[in-house]
C-alpha cells in the first residue's frame, strides 16, 4: 500500500496541474548544457546567448554599468565573456534569462510588483557584493534575483493563503517557517528547495535563498536587507525615516563600518544598472522621487510613480548599431588580435560574433579540415537553432563533387545557390537543412587551406556584394590573427 502524500507533495503537484511552477527556457537549458559539458568552448556558450537579442543586450548592459567600470565600452558578448570569464558570464545571462522568460508571462500587476521587488533586490545584493569584495557577486546576484521566488509561486497561485501567511509573519512576527506550517502545513525552506532544485540551482545558493532562524553569513544577512530596502521602495513594506535609521544601522554592523546612506546606495544601485531603466521605465527624476517618499513614509513610492509599466519593455530589443557600423567595430577588434597573441577561443567567438550580428537571417559555420581522418568538420556554429550542433557539419574530404570540399581543394572563395552544384552535406541533420544560399570562404594559411567559413541563408535572395566582401574580410582577418594564437 502506498504512504500517502506529505502536504509538500501535495501542493507541488497542485501547482504543477495549474502550470504555475517555474519553467526554464530554451536559452537557459542549452546554457546549461553546455558548461555542464568537461571541456566546452566558450564559443559555444557567447553563440547561445547572442542568438537572444534581448538577453544579450541585458547582459552587455550589465557588464557596461558602473559595478564593473570597464575602460572601453563593451559591445560584443564576445568582448563581455573575455572581460569577465565564461563562468561569470554565464551566471549573469543565465539570471537575467530566467528573469526574463518568467516576468515576460507575468499580468497580474501585484506579481509584476512582487518581480520589480525581486529584480532590486538582486542588483542591491550584487552592489553590496562588489563593496565587500565578494569572490563571486554574479551568484549573489542570482541569489538576491530570486530571493522572493518561492514567495511568488505561492502568491500567484493561492493569494488568499499567503496573505494570510503575510500577516502572521509582518503582525505575528512569526518565521517563514512557522507561518507556512501554520497556513500551508509545510515547512517553508523546504518547499524552497523543492521550487529552486526546477531550476538546477547550486546547493549553495539554495542554501543562501532559504530563510535559517539565525543566519550569521555576512553576505547573507546583506542579501536579506536588499530583499528589506527592495520591499520598502516598491510599497510591500512600512516605510519612513525611522525604518530606514534601523536598515542603515543593520547593514552597518555587518558591514562593520561606522556610518552607511541607503539613499546613497539607491541612487548608486540605479544609475549603474541600465537593466533597471530598461525593464521598469524608470527615469532618474522617478528614481529620486521614489527615494524622497521612501524617506517620507507616507505613500508607496510605487504607487505615487503611476506612469512606471513593469515589463512593458522586457521583449522588445533595438538593435542601435547598423551592420555597416558593426562590421568596423568586429574588423578592428581582429585586427588587433593579428598583432598580439590570442587564445583559439577568443579568437573563434569574436569572428562568429561578428558575421551573425552583421548577417542578419544567417547560419555560421567554421570549419577545419583534417588531414588525418580526411573530413572537413564544424568546430563552430552560431544561428537561429538550439537543436544544432557545429559536429554535424561534416563532409569527407573524398566528395569532390561537393562544393565545399571545392573551395578548400581550389583556395578560393564559392557563392553557392540551390539547385546548381551539391554541397556534398550527408544525410543528418545538417544534410536536410534548406539552404538555399550560402557563401563559402577558405581559411587560408601560407599555401594551405587549413578549413571555411560558411555562411547559409534558408530564404531572401542571397548575399549582396557589400555582405560577401565582410564574409571575406573577417575570415581573413580570423586566418591572419590564428598565426599569432597561444600554443
Not at 568582448?79 to 530566467?98: I, Q
Not at 542554501?207 to 535559517?212: E, K, V
Not at 543593520?250 to 544601485?269: C, N, Q, W, Y
Request: hydrophobic share 40%; aromatic share 10%.
Amino acid at each position: 500500500m502506498n504512504e500517502p502524500k506529505s502536504p509538500l507533495d501535495l501542493l507541488i503537484d497542485e501547482l504543477r496541474d495549474k502550470q504555475a511552477l517555474p519553467a526554464l527556457n530554451d536559452t537557459v537549458l542549452e546554457m546549461s548544457r553546455i558548461v555542464r559539458k568537461q571541456d566546452y568552448f566558450t564559443s559555444e556558450l557567447s553563440a547561445v546567448i547572442m542568438r537572444d537579442c534581448g538577453l544579450a543586450s541585458s547582459l552587455l548592459s550589465t557588464v557596461n554599468s558602473a559595478l564593473y567600470s570597464p575602460r572601453c565600452p563593451i559591445k560584443t558578448v564576445s568582448s563581455a565573456v573575455n572581460y569577465l570569464g565564461a563562468d561569470k558570464v554565464f551566471l549573469l545571462a543565465m539570471g537575467l534569462g530566467m528573469f526574463r522568460h518568467i516576468m515576460a508571462t507575468i499580468q497580474k500587476r501585484k506579481l509584476l510588483k512582487l518581480y520589480a521587488i525581486s529584480y532590486c533586490c538582486g542588483s542591491l545584493a550584487m552592489s553590496f557584493a562588489k563593496k565587500i569584495n565578494h569572490p563571486n557577486p554574479e551568484e549573489i546576484f542570482i541569489i538576491g534575483l530570486f530571493y522572493r521566488l518561492p514567495c511568488m509561486i505561492l502568491a500567484n497561485s493561492f493569494p488568499y493563503k499567503f496573505q494570510a501567511m503575510e500577516t502572521r509573519i509582518w503582525e505575528q512576527e512569526m518565521t517563514f517557517n512557522q507561518a507556512c506550517l501554520e497556513i500551508f502545513e509545510m515547512n517553508y525552506d523546504a518547499f524552497c528547495k523543492e521550487v529552486l532544485a526546477l531550476l538546477n540551482m547550486p546547493d549553495d545558493v539554495v542554501a543562501m535563498i532559504c530563510r535559517p532562524s539565525a543566519a550569521s553569513d555576512p553576505m547573507r544577512l546583506l542579501v536579506e536587507e536588499s530583499d528589506h530596502l527592495a520591499a520598502m521602495l516598491f510599497g510591500d513594506q512600512e516605510s519612513g525615516k525611522s525604518q530606514l535609521k534601523e536598515s542603515e544601522k543593520r547593514i552597518s554592523k555587518i558591514m562593520g563600518s561606522e556610518a552607511f546612506s541607503v539613499p546613497d546606495l539607491l541612487r548608486h544601485t540605479f544609475a549603474s544598472d541600465g537593466n533597471i531603466k530598461h525593464f521598469f521605465n524608470l527615469e532618474p527624476d522617478d528614481v529620486e522621487m521614489m527615494i524622497n517618499l521612501l524617506e517620507w513614509g507616507k505613500a508607496s513610492p510605487m504607487e505615487v510613480v503611476a506612469r512606471m509599466d513593469f515589463g512593458c519593455s522586457i521583449g522588445s530589443f533595438e538593435q542601435t548599431d547598423s551592420p555597416e557600423m558593426l562590421i568596423g567595430h568586429f574588423l578592428t577588434e581582429l585586427a588587433f588580435c593579428r598583432k598580439r597573441p590570442f587564445v583559439f577561443s577568443q579568437l573563434l567567438m569574436l569572428a562568429q560574433e561578428a558575421l551573425f550580428r552583421c548577417l542578419p537571417d544567417s547560419e555560421i559555420y567554421i570549419a577545419f579540415s583534417c588531414d588525418k581522418t580526411e573530413v572537413v568538420r564544424g568546430i563552430a556554429y552560431v544561428g537561429k537553432s538550439l537543436q544544432t550542433d557545429a559536429k554535424h557539419f561534416t563532409v569527407p574530404m573524398s566528395r569532390s563533387d561537393s562544393v565545399i570540399v571545392q573551395c578548400i581543394k581550389s583556395m578560393l572563395s564559392i557563392y553557392w545557390h540551390s539547385g546548381t552544384l551539391s554541397l556534398g552535406l550527408p544525410y543528418d541533420s545538417f544534410g536536410k537543412e534548406p539552404f538555399q544560399h550560402a557563401y563559402l570562404c577558405p581559411i587560408v594559411i601560407g599555401n594551405r587551406c587549413i578549413g571555411l567559413c560558411f555562411v547559409g541563408r534558408f530564404k531572401g535572395e542571397g548575399f549582396d556584394e557589400r555582405e560577401r566582401v565582410w564574409i571575406e574580410q573577417v575570415t581573413e582577418h580570423f586566418a591572419s590573427a590564428f598565426k599569432t594564437l597561444k600554443r
